[in-house]
């Protein structure tokens, strides 16, 4: 008998209404289009906007996309898991509702939290409880408002990350399609230098918290950047060598969309060409949880069943790492 796997079999995603453009930035910090443009390849990116609309909103979206597209009973969902940085509370999952909100009543559901790792580490997750044979149905949605934790003061941070979710339907496979293989990694070095300081039981919320503007997130790029590039090219080479994989056998990288200079270093290190990459920074920045399924879900008329894809992410935490899946299915 042939080993169950665990594969992708439909794909959603959601990006808000408003574009923020480099040029609305010029106007709130001291910046400019071409700095933005060179520095980081992000031209825009979408914020959510209205009173009372959370992460849940988002990652609703993007689940009623996915069920629409594949005519998915949302009740035969076993399991949601919600990858996210900002969830709607600290306590309540974010999960759960999207869960009752979507009609999938005879799921259970929880977050994963594991900063711009988030969707990764979940796609571990997801494929473990398939290939166990546990479940056959569970749904994996990555989805961030990175707007409500921005300083829209602080110029090193407010110009790379933007909103959005998506969503990723897994099912077991008997072709031998799916999730191959996985490097992940953490370090606790790494909190230092991408952080939200207040609001969790280290330091709860406070006035003074608030007078500090510690309910925003901190990040050191430039360490961030030396981190970020040396692992995600560093887990990607590990991934193709430990798989046997060639340049010319990977059909797709599909990198955490942080920077595209991070991008290119981990694209070159695999010696893979541009036309293999697969890349929407310039439109949406970084969506933290949700960079991996949009890429999906914006390539997905591009690819074939049997494709070769790597992803690779690093985040906060730190946390990052790769996997090897090949793609399941023709749309
Ligand atoms: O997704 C989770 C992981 N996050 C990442 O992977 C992000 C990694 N880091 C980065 O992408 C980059 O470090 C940034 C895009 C955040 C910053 O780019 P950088 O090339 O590392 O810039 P820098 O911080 O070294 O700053 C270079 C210069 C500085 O000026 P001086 O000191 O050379 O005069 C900054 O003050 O650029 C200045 N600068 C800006 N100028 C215009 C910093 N931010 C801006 C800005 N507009 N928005």
């Known amino acids: 008998m042939s080993k169950t796997t665990a594969a992708i079999t439909a794909v959603?995603?959601?990006?808000?209404?408003?574009?923020?453009?480099?040029?609305?930035?010029?106007?709130?910090?001291?910046?400019?289009?071409?700095?933005?443009?060179?520095?980081?390849?992000?031209?825009?990116?979408?914020?959510?906007?209205?009173?009372?609309?959370?992460?849940?909103?988002?990652?609703?979206?993007?689940?009623?996309?996915?069920?629409?597209?594949?005519?998915?009973?949302?009740?035969?969902?076993?399991?949601?898991?919600?990858?996210?940085?900002?969830?709607?509370?600290?306590?309540?999952?974010?999960?759960?509702?999207?869960?009752?909100?979507?009609?999938?009543?005879?799921?259970?559901?929880?977050?994963?939290?594991?900063?711009?790792?988030?969707?990764?580490?979940?796609?571990?997750?997801?494929?473990?409880?398939?290939?166990?044979?546990?479940?056959?149905?569970?749904?994996?949605?990555?989805?961030?408002?990175?707007?409500?934790?921005?300083?829209?003061?602080?110029?090193?941070?407010?110009?790379?990350?933007?909103?959005?979710?998506?969503?990723?339907l897994f099912e077991p496979n008997n072709e031998g399609l799916g999730l191959q293989d996985e490097y992940l990694r953490s370090d606790g070095v790494g909190r230092n230098f991408l952080k939200m300081d207040a609001g969790g039981s280290l330091l709860p919320a406070s006035e003074e918290t608030v007078k500090n503007r510690q309910h925003f997130i901190y990040q050191d790029g430039k360490s961030v950047f030396k981190f970020a590039v040396t692992n995600m090219a560093d887990s990607a080479a590990k991934i193709m060598e430990r798989n046997n994989l060639t340049h010319e056998d990977v059909d797709w990288l599909i990198p955490h969309q942080a920077n595209k200079r991070i991008i290119d270093a981990t694209s070159n290190r695999m010696g893979l060409d541009d036309s293999k990459v697969m890349m929407n920074i310039q439109r949406y920045g970084n969506t933290t949880s949700a960079t991996l399924p949009l890429l999906l879900s914006d390539y997905e008329s591009q690819l074939k069943k049997g494709d070769n894809l790597v992803f690779a992410a690093f985040g906060g935490g730190f946390t990052w790492g790769s996997i090897y899946l090949k793609w399941a299915y023709n749309s």
């Open 12 to 168: 959603g995603s959601y990006v808000p209404d408003f574009v923020m453009t480099n040029k609305i930035l010029e106007t709130l910090v001291d910046t400019n289009d071409e700095w933005i443009t060179t520095r980081t390849g992000i031209k825009e990116r979408r914020i959510l906007k209205g009173e009372g609309l959370g992460t849940s909103y988002l990652a609703i979206k993007a689940a009623e996309q996915l069920l629409e597209k594949r005519k998915l009973d949302p009740k035969e969902i076993e399991l949601i898991i919600v990858a996210t940085a900002t969830p709607d509370m600290l306590v309540a999952a974010t999960a759960a509702y999207v869960a009752s909100e979507i009609g999938a009543t005879n799921a259970f559901a929880y977050d994963l939290q594991a900063a711009c790792s988030s969707f990764l580490y979940g796609m571990s997750t997801a494929a473990s409880y398939i290939e166990s044979g546990r479940y056959k149905k569970v749904l994996l949605i990555g989805a961030d408002k990175m707007s409500s934790i921005i300083d829209y003061t602080d110029r090193t941070t407010c110009i790379i990350f933007g909103d959005g979710a998506g969503a990723a």
